[in-house]
């Protein structure tokens, strides 16, 4: 640690601080433009000038290091000032040059009221102009569908070509030209292939890059803020939702170190439009036509009790899809139980994980904050880069620091970093397991290696014999104590939670994939969709469908009666994540119409069926909840589960199949029926399908 | 300076000639494994002579591909560097006239009228005859003969809009010129001959030899 003294008051700092570190550190706000945190130091927008005592000029503090401070002559601590004449007037200069060609455009831009530049020309600037000459005009670039380019307003930080080519690993962004023509653009204005390009939003300190589809459409004091969780996918990043009056406006991340830092993907980020599209708002009855017809949901529930009524337990069943939170599927249990059935499964992708294994066996054991300090990474059947884009940019940031060997086995895709493919099929990973690859050495010699198993390598039916192989890879070896490498990588934001309460097939009874194979065969008569629609609806025979959910997809369209449910961003609940985190969805807008949210529907349900469920609010059935399943009541909490649990997982012994993995994500931007709503999912979509076809020429 | 852009007209592909690849290799080869990238100007400096003085797209984009690096990365270094022609030059002679101070001050001004009226009214446009193209550049370095022009390596110096003329002309007839300073004196020493230490009282021993080459006088014991 080395001593500092930042405007007279002496701070202790690591050495490899730099100034502006520092002075925060010490409590002294130093306003920049170009400096980032978590992308590399640039130096080039001169804004955070401070005074040093002994240097002739003042120097950028991002771009300077603690420990090339000089001390006094009598080994005094060296003095920063952030509030001398000398610094003010500095920054006023530098302000004064980025307005020089900055337009005074406040007023029609999107970063008006939350603009880096508006703030600090406030709060750092003067109150006047002395160049009278004509402003540089620049060419708006095409960057893609997500990020609208206004150049005219860019001050050249060049923290969107840092982004890209540091964290996305896409580097598609770069600064042509030199000096007063310098200009940001990708190569030849293709579109960013980036599935966190949207990050360049957040970003940009002025409104040269903004988000298109939210173009116009808001200003950010108008907005009501919800800090909720995303559930795109099953990393639950930290969302901040963004409405004015019942509409969702846009969705920003918000800082969770533990999860997702502060970056989340396209699709968490632009799938908004997606929640106002394809709404189911009232009750629908499919009627004698064979057509849906809208109805009230007396008739709905009435339809529903009719279909119930004297059936045998074991003849109804239910399957909760991707975005339901724990919660509901906590009551749904319930209510299935009352009803007699014990079939019911939350792995509508019939994936083998056991929740009798214990929870060791389906959660992220060495947390996704793990990543930062694991020495070798293994991934099995997965695609990180779709299956939790944020997960990946984390694997890459910990590959950037220092050597990382990473291992794959399954679909060599561009992960943005490099791998050794190992194989693509279970043998390869048994070759693995038996240390007959070199890549086993690295392994086996890592104090924290991280095993991560995608749901392609589990949705399968050799599924437990692979997750058996990755637990005696992730136990073989001398690990640091407590150090459980076992990762399971879930693609559903609800499967954790799901699992953590149990929302899988009593014993003998029906997984998701029978249910909907004797549904076919009218062995099964009554089948509850809770938000599942990514079961193959149309073989579901006669049997009489109970869709409750948000969006019209898959699901509704079998279904014979729909029961409007609200959207993630429409409830309260519960989601787990892929590292077991409970984390807690808060409402921030209104279902739409007659929509209710989906725990009140169930326990309204119950109460037409003739077994109330025994709670009258929300508070009560989570309490219900939390009272079954302790850890679920620990907010943002993670329970670590150590390597005890891995001896039991490696010594299943089942049969190993022949099949080569597959990735479970076809389509990143097509993943769930929000998504599949979306008019701009739609559109990246067909931009990525196009460069597909492009690159497999 | 302007913005630069690509050139509108773009060849269909672009690969390094047998020799020019060599050369490549060999550049590349000068930087440590990891590392090529260093190698990009080198490398975007054959690919401009080999077509004919400007760079293309493709071959922009068969550099980057060389190197193992993005496009825009390369893209990057081919806009920012002015030695790097984005459109096409003159067959003959890409006449770039310096236009920093000191040539200002001794006509450059005039150079370029010359420029604008026998080549082309704008920069960086090939004239009707497809012959010369003209462009200002910044310092070339040989102030004391302001001013001046370069013409690929060589650089023409004390020019007037006469000699300036004469040279277009014979350039264009594809008579020999020469390089270095267009009046009568030897590279940058005094025009009409030396004007100072001409007073031979101030060498008490021999005259010092007349200078040749670049080579240093023998020291005298």
Same mark, same amino acid.
């Given at each position: 640690?080395?001593?500092?003294?930042?405007?007279?008051?002496?701070?202790?700092?690591?050495?490899?601080?730099?100034?502006?570190?520092?002075?925060?550190?010490?409590?002294?706000?130093?306003?920049?433009?170009?400096?980032?945190?978590?992308?590399?130091?640039?130096?080039?927008?001169?804004?955070?000038?401070?005074?040093?005592?002994?240097?002739?000029?003042?120097?950028?503090?991002?771009?300077?290091?603690?420990?090339?401070?000089?001390?006094?002559?009598?080994?005094?601590?060296?003095?920063?000032?952030?509030?001398?004449?000398?610094?003010?007037?500095?920054?006023?200069?530098?302000?004064?040059?980025?307005?020089?060609?900055?337009?005074?455009?406040?007023?029609?831009?999107?970063?008006?009221?939350?603009?880096?530049?508006?703030?600090?020309?406030?709060?750092?600037?003067?109150?006047?102009?002395?160049?009278?000459?004509?402003?540089?005009?620049?060419?708006?670039?095409?960057?893609?569908?997500?990020?609208?380019?206004?150049?005219?307003?860019?001050?050249?930080?060049?923290?969107?070509?840092?982004?890209?080519?540091?964290?996305?690993?896409?580097?598609?962004?770069?600064?042509?030209?030199?000096?007063?023509?310098?200009?940001?653009?990708?190569?030849?204005?293709?579109?960013?292939?980036?599935?966190?390009q949207g990050n360049v939003i957040d970003l940009c300190p002025v409104g040269?890059?903004?988000?298109?589809?939210y173009a116009f459409q808001a200003r950010p004091w108008e907005l009501i803020?919800?800090?909720?969780?995303?559930?795109?996918?099953?990393?639950?990043?930290?969302?901040?939702?963004?409405?004015?009056?019942?509409?969702?406006?846009?969705?920003?991340?918000?800082?969770?170190?533990?999860?997702?830092?502060?970056?989340? @993907?396209?699709?968490?980020?632009?799938?908004?439009?997606?929640?106002?599209?394809?709404?189911?708002?009232?009750?629908?009855?499919?009627?004698?036509?064979?057509?849906?017809?809208?109805?009230?949901?007396?008739?709905?529930?009435?339809?529903?009790?009719?279909?119930?009524?004297?059936?045998?337990?074991?003849?109804?069943?239910?399957?909760?899809?991707?975005?339901?939170?724990?919660?509901?599927?906590?009551?749904?249990?319930?209510?299935?139980?009352?009803?007699?059935?014990?079939?019911?499964?939350?792995?509508?992708?019939?994936?083998?994980?056991?929740?009798?294994?214990?929870?060791?066996?389906?959660?992220?054991?060495?947390?996704?904050?793990?990543?930062?300090?694991?020495?070798?990474?293994?991934?099995?059947?997965?695609?990180?880069?779709?299956?939790?884009?944020?997960?990946?940019?984390?694997?890459?940031?910990?590959?950037?620091?220092?050597?990382?060997?990473?291992?794959?086995?399954?679909?060599?895709?561009?992960?943005?970093?490099?791998?050794?493919?190992?194989?693509?099929?279970?043998?390869?990973?048994?070759?693995?397991?038996?240390?007959?690859? @070199?890549?086993?050495?690295?392994?086996?010699?890592?104090?924290?290696?991280?095993?991560?198993?995608?749901?392609?390598?589990?949705?399968?039916?050799?599924?437990?014999?692979?997750?058996?192989?990755?637990?005696?890879?992730?136990?073989?070896?001398?690990?640091?104590?407590?150090?459980?490498?076992?990762?399971?990588?879930?693609?559903?934001?609800?499967?954790?939670?799901?699992?953590?309460?149990?929302?899988?097939?009593?014993?003998?009874?029906?997984?998701?994939?029978?249910?909907?194979?004797?549904?076919?065969?009218?062995?099964?008569?009554?089948?509850?969709?809770?938000?599942?629609?990514?079961?193959?609806?149309?073989?579901?025979?006669?049997?009489?469908?109970?869709?409750?959910?948000?969006?019209?997809?898959?699901?509704?369209?079998?279904?014979?009666?729909?029961?409007?449910?609200?959207?993630?961003?429409?409830?309260?609940?519960?989601?787990?994540?892929?590292?077991?985190?409970?984390?807690?969805?808060?409402?921030?807008?209104?279902?739409?119409?007659?929509?209710?949210?989906?725990?009140?529907?169930?326990?309204?349900?119950?109460?037409?069926?003739?077994?109330?469920?025994?709670?009258?609010?929300?508070?009560?059935?989570?309490?219900?909840?939390?009272?079954?399943?302790?850890?679920?009541?620990?907010?943002?909490?993670?329970?670590?589960?150590?390597?005890?649990?891995?001896?039991?997982?490696?010594?299943?012994?089942?049969?190993?199949?022949?099949?080569?993995?597959?990735?479970?994500?076809?389509?990143?931007?097509?993943?769930?029926?929000?998504?599949?709503?979306?008019?701009?999912?739609?559109?990246?979509?067909?931009?990525?399908?196009?460069?597909?076809?492009?690159?497999?020429? | 300076?302007?913005?630069?852009?690509?050139?509108?007209?773009?060849?269909?592909?672009?690969?390094?000639?047998?020799?020019?690849?060599?050369?490549?290799?060999?550049?590349?080869?000068?930087?440590?494994?990891?590392?090529?990238?260093?190698?990009?100007?080198?490398?975007?400096?054959?690919?401009?002579?080999?077509?004919?003085?400007?760079?293309?797209?493709?071959?922009?984009?068969?550099?980057?591909?060389?190197?193992?690096?993005?496009?825009?990365?390369?893209?990057?270094?081919?806009?920012?560097? +002015?030695?790097?022609?984005?459109?096409?030059?003159? +067959?003959?002679?890409?006449?770039?006239?310096?236009?920093?101070?000191?040539?200002?001050?001794?006509?450059?001004?005039?150079?370029?009228?010359?420029?604008?009226?026998?080549?082309?009214?704008?920069?960086?446009?090939?004239?009707?005859?497809?012959?010369?193209?003209?462009?200002?550049?910044?310092?070339?370095?040989?102030?004391?003969?302001?001013?001046?022009?370069?013409?690929?390596?060589?650089?023409?110096?004390?020019?007037?809009?006469? +000699?300036?003329?004469?040279?277009?002309?014979?350039?264009?007839?594809?008579?020999?010129?020469?390089?270095?300073?267009?009046?009568?004196?030897?590279?940058?020493?005094?025009?009409?001959?030396? +004007?100072?230490?001409?007073?031979?009282?101030?060498?008490?021993?021999?005259?010092?030899?007349?200078?040749?080459?670049?080579?240093?006088?023998?020291?005298?014991?």
């Open positions: 640690m080395t001593l500092l003294k930042v405007n007279g008051t002496v701070v202790d700092v690591p050495p490899e601080y730099t100034l502006l570190q520092a002075c925060e550190a010490a409590g002294a706000e130093v306003p920049r433009f170009c400096y980032h945190e978590r992308l590399s130091i640039a130096g080039n927008c001169r804004m955070c000038l401070v005074e040093l005592k002994g240097s002739p000029k003042p120097v950028a503090s991002c771009a300077w290091a603690v420990r090339d401070c000089r001390p006094g002559p009598n080994g005094e601590p060296p003095e920063v000032n952030t509030r001398t004449k000398p610094v003010k007037k500095a920054r006023e200069g530098v302000m004064e040059f980025l307005l020089i060609n900055h337009p005074l455009d406040c007023p029609i831009c999107d970063q008006g009221g939350e603009c880096d530049l508006q703030d600090q020309a406030m709060a750092y600037g003067i109150d006047h102009n002395r160049y009278a000459e004509n402003k540089r005009a620049v060419e708006d670039k095409y960057i893609g569908p997500l990020v609208k380019t206004s150049m005219n307003r860019c001050i050249h930080c060049t923290r969107c070509v840092r982004f890209s080519a540091e964290v996305a690993g896409v580097p598609e962004l770069g600064a042509t030209g030199r000096g007063e023509d310098m200009e940001i653009t990708t190569y030849l204005e293709s579109a960013m292939s980036s599935e966190l040269a890059l903004t988000s298109k589809p803020k919800t800090e909720t969780i995303d559930a795109m996918d099953a990393v639950g990043s930290n969302i901040r939702v963004d409405t004015r009056g019942r509409e969702v406006m846009r969705i920003l991340p918000r800082l969770n170190e533990a999860v997702n830092e502060e970056w989340i @993907s396209d699709k968490t980020r632009f799938v908004w439009d997606g929640l106002r599209t394809q709404r189911l708002d009232r009750p629908y009855l499919r009627g004698d036509s064979g057509r849906l017809e809208p109805a009230s949901w007396g008739a709905a529930f009435g339809a529903i009790a009719n279909a119930v009524g004297g059936r045998a337990g074991a003849r109804i069943g239910a399957i909760a899809g991707d975005l339901a939170t724990t919660e509901e599927m906590f009551a749904l249990k319930e209510l299935m139980a009352s009803l007699g059935s014990g079939n019911i499964d939350c792995r509508q992708d019939g994936a083998t994980l056991d929740p009798a294994l214990g929870r060791a066996s389906y959660v992220f054991n060495p947390t996704l904050a793990g990543i930062d300090v694991a020495d070798a990474i293994l991934i099995i059947g997965s695609n990180p880069r779709h299956e939790a884009s944020v997960l990946n940019a984390r694997i890459r940031k910990r590959w950037r620091r220092a050597e990382l060997q990473i291992g794959l086995v399954g679909v060599p895709v561009d992960l943005t970093y490099r791998y050794e493919h190992i194989g693509a099929g279970p043998d390869s990973l048994a070759q693995l397991a038996a240390g007959d690859h @070199s890549f086993a050495q690295v392994l086996k010699a890592a104090k924290r290696p991280v095993v991560i198993v995608g749901q392609g390598a589990l949705a399968r039916a050799d599924g437990p014999a692979i997750l058996a192989l990755a637990a005696q890879i992730a136990q073989d070896g001398e690990r640091d104590a407590g150090w459980n490498g076992l990762a399971i990588l879930h693609t559903a934001a609800a499967r954790v939670g799901g699992l953590d309460v149990g929302f899988v097939p009593a014993a003998g009874a029906m997984s998701a994939s029978d249910m909907v194979r004797e549904a076919g065969a009218g062995t099964l008569d009554v089948l509850f969709l809770l938000g599942a629609d990514e079961i193959d609806a149309t073989a579901l025979g006669d049997a009489f469908v109970v869709y409750i959910g948000s969006h019209g997809d898959a699901g509704a369209q079998r279904a014979n009666v729909i029961l409007p449910g609200a959207a993630y961003t429409e409830k309260s609940g519960t989601l787990v994540n892929t590292e077991g985190r409970v984390q807690r969805l808060k409402r921030a807008a209104f279902p739409p119409g007659d929509a209710r949210e989906d725990w009140a529907i169930v326990r309204a349900l119950s109460d037409v069926l003739g077994n109330r469920l025994p709670f009258d609010s929300f508070g009560e059935l989570r309490a219900r909840m939390v009272a079954a399943h302790p850890h679920l009541g620990v907010e943002d909490g993670v329970m670590p589960e150590g390597p005890e649990a891995l001896g039991a997982l490696a010594s299943v012994t089942a049969r190993l199949g022949k099949a080569r993995f597959e990735n479970p994500i076809r389509d990143f931007y097509f993943t769930n029926p929000i998504a599949r709503a979306s008019a701009v999912m739609a559109e990246c979509s067909a931009l990525a399908a196009g460069r597909m076809a492009e690159a497999a020429e | 300076m302007a913005v630069r852009r690509l050139a509108e007209q773009q060849p269909e592909g672009f690969v390094f000639d047998p020799q020019n690849l060599a050369r490549a290799q060999r550049e590349i080869a000068k930087y440590p494994p990891g590392r090529q990238q260093s190698a990009i100007i080198g490398l975007l400096w054959e690919a401009q002579n080999q077509n004919g003085g400007w760079l293309s797209e493709p071959a922009i984009r068969y550099v980057a591909e060389m190197l193992d690096m993005a496009y825009i990365r390369a893209l990057e270094v081919a806009t920012f560097y +002015t030695m790097f022609n984005l459109h096409p030059v003159g +067959t003959v002679a890409h006449i770039q006239v310096c236009g920093t101070t000191p040539c200002m001050l001794r006509g450059s001004e005039a150079l370029m009228d010359i420029c604008r009226h026998r080549i082309h009214h704008d920069q960086d446009h090939p004239s009707a005859d497809g012959k010369f193209s003209w462009i200002e550049v910044e310092c070339a370095g040989t102030c004391v003969n302001a001013p001046m022009v370069q013409i690929g390596s060589q650089v023409f110096e004390d020019l007037t809009p006469e +000699t300036f003329n004469r040279l277009i002309d014979d350039l264009d007839a594809g008579r020999p010129v020469t390089p270095g300073p267009q009046v009568a004196r030897q590279l940058s020493e005094p025009e009409g001959g030396p +004007t100072t230490l001409t007073d031979p009282s101030l060498y008490p021993g021999e005259p010092a030899p007349a200078r040749k080459g670049t080579g240093r006088a023998k020291k005298k014991d």
